[in-house]
């Protein structure tokens, strides 16, 4: 075994990418207070090929340089926009016909093995602020909450780990 070189992973450029089929999901940040979780959403968003992000209440937005530190250039390609209230976020989303799930630890919430996305359906994932999770007001306008098991000590995940698992167990479940 010898590791890959960039070139032979046969990357999209930032054009290409732009232009190519996403897979059916939006990530939306509720005040997301560490520019450096913010930047990995980004990279996990250009991975995963997602629609957009949108960054809501005081989440930072591009350009900035402890962004880009960890986006390692991702916040070029991936499409991302501002809203001023996470909850308008939500209810527009689900206007355009987004099912929308909060990522949090909730009461009734589903846990992340037993989600069955609806083939042909957008989805909209929130993730919420590294201390106090998603706020309480866009659970209620969600249309449920997603749950990650844990079984150590802690009681979450750092939130951009968190998107890295939810995101590929969606976009897993539309490979197949």
Known sequence: MRKLSVEEMGRLTVEEFKE?????????LD?????NNVG????????FRA?????????????HREITRSALGAELSVTWEKERQTVDAVKKLKNRGYHVWCVEQAEGSVLLQNFAPEPGIPYAFVFGNEVEGVADEVIAASDGCLEIPQFGTKH??????SAG?????FVR????
């Not at 190519?20 to 939306?28: A, G, L, M």
């Not at 979450?156 to 780990?161: A, G, I, L, M």
């Open 156 to 161: 979450s995940f750092n939130v951009s780990v």
């Open 51 to 63: 629609q957009k992000i949108i960054l809501c209440g005081y989440t930072q937005q591009p350009p």
């Open 173 to 176: 479940k539309n490979l197949t």
């Open 31 to 35: 005040n997301i207070r560490s520019l």
């Open 20 to 28: 190519s089929e996403k897979f059916p999901f939006v990530i939306v």
């Open 165 to 169: 698992i939810v995101l590929w167990e």
């Open 40 to 47: 990995s959403f980004f990279r996990t968003a250009d991975a």
